[in-house]
């Protein structure tokens, strides 16, 4: 009875790290699926946009005030790329740095911090 004794505490000490981890893992993985659908979405809206204009600008600001709302939300600054290909069918590619919320997630699995988001985008005219 006496070995027993400190030994859920002890189990207890080697989950909670774990568990922790996971939790982090859910919570990180449910932001960057939402970054992705905001980001796929803004390349739509600049397609869309495009069609509707016909002006490369027109779809790239459509495309930026979308992804404005992630950085207004959350008040991330990350590196955000667009571009809107007219040679016949309009392309329009939003490529967006997602930053890890999470430092444990970082120093659990390597990295930089910053999960590379693609959206795309294609309207045939």
Request: glycine share 10%.
């Given at each position: 009875?006496?070995?027993?004794?400190?030994?859920?505490?002890?189990?207890?000490?080697?989950?909670?790290?774990?568990?922790?981890?996971?939790?982090?893992?859910?919570?990180?993985?449910?932001?960057?699926?939402?970054?992705?659908?905001?980001?796929?979405?803004?390349?739509?809206?600049?397609?869309?946009?495009?069609?509707?204009?016909?002006?490369?600008?027109s779809?790239?600001?459509?495309?930026?005030?979308?992804?404005?709302?992630?950085?207004?939300?959350?008040?991330?600054?990350?590196?955000?790329?667009?571009?809107?290909?007219?040679?016949?069918?309009?392309?329009?590619?939003?490529?967006?740095?997602?930053?890890?919320?999470f430092?444990?997630v970082?120093?659990?699995?390597?990295?930089?911090?910053?999960?590379?988001?693609?959206?795309?985008?294609?309207?045939?005219?």
């Amino acid at each position: 009875m006496r070995e027993e004794k400190g030994t859920a505490l002890l189990e207890a000490a080697l989950v909670t790290p774990l568990l922790a981890l996971i939790f982090c893992l859910v919570i990180q993985f449910g932001i960057t699926v939402e970054f992705q659908l905001v980001t796929t979405e803004a390349a739509r809206a600049g397609a869309r946009e495009y069609a509707a204009t016909g002006s490369a600008s027109s779809a790239r600001h459509a495309a930026e005030e979308m992804m404005d709302q992630i950085e207004g939300r959350g008040k991330f600054d990350a590196d955000r790329d667009i571009e809107v290909d007219t040679s016949s069918n309009v392309e329009v590619t939003v490529n967006y740095g997602a930053p890890v919320l999470f430092p444990v997630v970082v120093e659990a699995f390597g990295g930089e911090g910053v999960i590379g988001i693609t959206g795309e985008a294609t309207f045939y005219c």
